[in-house]
């Protein structure tokens, strides 16, 4: 009945392990990366001086975060504020699992993912909300209002953006009719790619977890000039490092999970490698939000809670209700397909559209 | 009743305790939170596997976030909010609460718990027509019952009209009831 096999449980501890492994090399590489082309972009040089090109770069940062003298304030919270990071790197740690990487059998045999639950979003979701208490807690147990306000904040942005994101997925799974992360892609290497399905939603779902993985246009938590470093101002060393592991598996996860959900995940039309596409996805999601954070400015928190609760959630309501409605009366799913290419228009239109900025005021 | 029942007996009553004696209300949260996902674990081992991620995302997700909003914003400075307004009222809370045990106890006694539908380990495709078929009505009925409560507790904290917004002498009458 089960068309996904199960492995012997060391091999998916053994898949675990690696996938951990990965995921920490996968981080210590993308701060390089990720400083090399904002250096790109900005038309310097960046750290190449640890190594060739700057490759050794994060061995150096490691080293030195380890060593540095660990700080734990007075007032502080003294179990929780150990705690929080923990909690942080743990939950990010555990979502990444769930994500396909090739056909059933490709890993040697095996199978090419840890988990594989017939509920594979909700499972995201639980993972991901649990993830917030790390932030909630470390600014709590700080002991500093600096970190209380950056934590609360931040922890508001993140439940504000949890719904929008949600919401947008309702849509893939109605077509779909499962919440399991293999039937998504499957349903997809048969009839299309979802975001020809759902364009808006898998906008949303984008615009939703930048905001999730805390970066540019959302990257509230730290917003130095406004909060001196948000949830994390009192950590240091090592536990200051286990925050921006946190926020890199984040990111390396919500990139890895925008292509299964709405681009197809592993498979492709034409020269199907089980892992070439999927991690070339990968790759092209952590440049765009690199260059994006490279070129955008960052919202003001009413902003961005204004745009989270005023647009993103009524948008991923309305287009929820128009698969809705398709799903529910049996329609061709094409006419799916003629809506999101008005969508996407329609954004095109409004990117398109500048009008001149209105003089307010007189004078000059 | 086997040992991993009765080790999530333990926990579960263990963590429940932890909630009500604790005195710094954000360690009161993290406990009530742990409970919440004892409870979702003991959900998915009994074949029950929407209802435990529903118990993680809604409770031990959304709600205690909201309990911790709410303590931060009030109690942020101190952890501490232990004073007790009922002195020595230990022993009545303890005979209260395994009175309520015993009730729900003799409650489950003659209950016939065999059901008779598949519902392919709790999935929601199994979940979904049954609750929006057979069970529509007390679907709607708790919404709208939660929806009375949502509304009722946005009015009862909804300020008298500022100050701003009112006539001269009503703005008297104000000042008069303040004073």
Redesign the interface.
């Known amino acids: 009945m089960n068309p996904y096999p199960l492995d012997p449980y060391w091999m998916v501890a053994l898949k675990a392990f690696l996938v951990v492994v990965g995921l920490l090399t996968a981080f210590a590489f993308m701060t390089l990366i990720e400083r090399r082309l904002l250096a790109r972009f900005q038309i310097r040089l960046g750290p190449n001086r640890v190594g060739p090109l700057g490759l050794f770069q994060p061995i150096a940062d490691a080293i030195k975060s380890i060593f540095k003298e660990d700080l734990v304030v007075e007032r502080a919270?003294k179990v929780?504020f150990v705690l929080a990071p923990l909690i942080g790197v743990v939950f990010a740690l555990l979502a990444f699992g769930a994500i396909p990487f090739g056909p059933p059998g490709s890993f040697f045999g095996y199978q090419p993912w840890v988990l594989n639950l017939?509920?594979g979003l909700?499972?995201l979701?639980?993972v991901s909300?649990?993830a917030?208490?790390g932030i909630?807690?470390a600014g709590?147990a700080s002991g500093s209002k600096y970190s209380?306000l950056g934590s609360?904040r931040s922890?508001?942005s993140l439940?504000s953006y949890e719904l929008g994101l949600g919401i947008a997925l309702l849509s893939p799974v109605l077509l779909v009719?499962?919440?399991n992360l293999n039937d998504i892609v499957n349903w997809q290497k048969e009839h299309g790619w979802l975001a020809l399905y759902a364009f808006p939603a898998f906008l949303i779902y984008g615009i939703a977890a930048l905001a999730e993985a805390a970066r540019t246009p959302f990257d509230l938590p730290e917003a130095e000039q406004e909060l001196v470093g948000g949830y994390h101002t009192e950590y240091s060393s090592i536990k200051w490092a286990l925050f921006q592991m946190t926020e890199y598996i984040h990111f390396i996860t919500a990139s890895a999970l925008i292509p299964t959900l709405f681009l197809g995940g592993w498979t492709m039309p034409f020269l199907e490698v089980p892992y070439l596409w999927m991690f070339l996805k990968i790759a092209f999601f952590l440049f765009l939000f690199i260059w994006i954070r490279a070129t955008w400015f960052r919202l003001r928190y009413d902003q961005l809670l204004r745009f989270g609760w005023g647009f993103l959630f009524p948008v991923a309501l309305v287009w929820f209700l128009v698969t809705a409605l398709v799903v529910a009366l049996d329609l061709p799913r094409s006419y799916l397909l003629y809506l999101s290419l008005a969508a996407f228009l329609v954004l095109l239109g409004a990117v398109m559209y500048s009008p001149k900025p209105a003089r307010k005021g007189g004078g000059a | 009743m086997s040992p991993w029942e009765a080790l999530a007996l333990l926990l579960l009553l263990f963590s429940g305790v932890l909630v009500v004696t604790l005195k710094n209300a954000i360690h009161a949260a993290l406990a009530l939170i742990g409970n919440f996902l004892i409870l979702a674990g003991l959900y998915v081992a009994l074949e029950a596997r929407f209802l435990g991620f529903i118990q993680i995302i809604v409770y031990a997700g959304a709600i205690v976030v909201l309990f911790l909003f709410v303590i931060m914003l009030l109690y942020a400075a101190q952890g501490e909010v232990g004073f007790d307004p009922l002195v020595r009222s230990r022993p009545l809370a303890l005979l209260l609460s395994v009175g309520v045990a015993l009730v729900l106890l003799s409650g489950l006694w003659g209950l016939n718990l065999a059901f008779t539908k598949d519902l392919q380990g709790g999935l929601p495709q199994a979940l979904g027509p049954l609750l929006y078929g057979d069970w529509l009505l007390v679907l709607l009925a708790v919404g709208f019952l939660l929806m009375a409560a949502t509304v009722v507790a946005v009015a009862l904290v909804q300020p008298p009209r500022p100050l701003d917004a009112l006539s001269p002498e009503e703005r008297k009458e104000e000042k008069e009831v303040v004073r």
């Open positions: 919270d929780l017939d509920l909700l499972y979701f639980a909300e649990m917030i208490y909630f807690l709590w209380l609360l922890s508001a439940i009719g499962s919440l």
